[in-house]
């Protein structure tokens, strides 16, 4: 099994150009999520969904899209992007969509630059 | 948002000494989970806590869920150079969202 993949693994935009961070799983789990990491921060939620077809904001959603069409899939969608939104950004999925209990499997990042 | 709090920030030990680190929180947790990140990867789990009082140990780590499921406990049992990277807790209540600490940097020194 891959677990968690992400791509790319860096990107560099410029102000205003939109782009998608791909995330895909192969352990077949029911809850996904992106989070961003920023020096001092911590990891911050910025969606998640909980199964196909369902989706929720996080602490930071504000920037982003997302959508859930299939299990496997949770793609980050960026509209137009800031030099705000440069961070490190990590994709995470779980077993079950709803439910305590739960261990969280990180991807391996990707790195993006908004210059 | 909520964080829980981390402590130490950073540490710098000599290989071989013992290392302990604690993430303590206001709200009560259902799961605390710690976890290891190498400079360029994603966190990886180390070790996941279920229930108050738990202690669970994998290899030279032991961590704990403390008592009033507000706080969390790692310790690291005679550190070696590999045992460098950012160890971080993260906490559950109800629900799907994990909360994390900030993070404690780990320098071991041979």
């Known amino acids: 099994n891959a677990g968690v993949t992400q791509t790319p693994k860096f990107q560099v935009l410029k102000t205003g150009q939109s782009m998608t961070l791909q995330c895909a799983q192969d352990m077949n789990h029911e809850y996904m999520s992106w989070y961003r990491q920023d020096p001092g921060m911590g990891l911050r939620l910025i969606h998640y969904?909980?199964?196909?077809?369902?989706?929720d904001q996080g602490e930071v959603p504000n920037g982003y899209n997302v959508s859930r069409s299939t299990t496997e899939d949770f793609p980050l969608r960026l509209l137009s992007a800031a030099p705000s939104q440069t961070s490190v950004y990590f994709c995470a999925s779980s077993r079950r969509g709803v439910a305590t209990n739960e261990k969280l499997f990180f991807g391996s990042g990707t790195q993006l630059s908004v210059l | 948002g909520q964080q829980l709090n981390q402590s130490p920030q950073s540490m710098f030990i000599q290989e071989g000494e013992d290392v302990s680190m604690n993430c303590t929180s206001s709200s009560i947790f259902n799961t605390w989970l710690w976890y290891k990140q190498d400079p360029g990867e994603g966190p990886v789990l180390l070790i996941a806590?279920?229930?108050?009082?738990e202690l669970t140990s994998n290899g030279r780590l032991t961590a704990q869920f403390g008592i009033t499921r507000k706080d969390s406990f790692l310790n690291i049992s005679a550190s070696i150079p590999s045992d460098v990277g950012i160890y971080f807790c993260a906490g559950q209540r109800t629900g799907n969202q994990f909360y994390f600490g900030t993070g404690t940097s780990l320098t071991v020194i041979p």
């Open positions: 969904s909980v199964g196909a077809g369902i989706t």
């Open positions: 806590l279920y229930k108050a009082g």
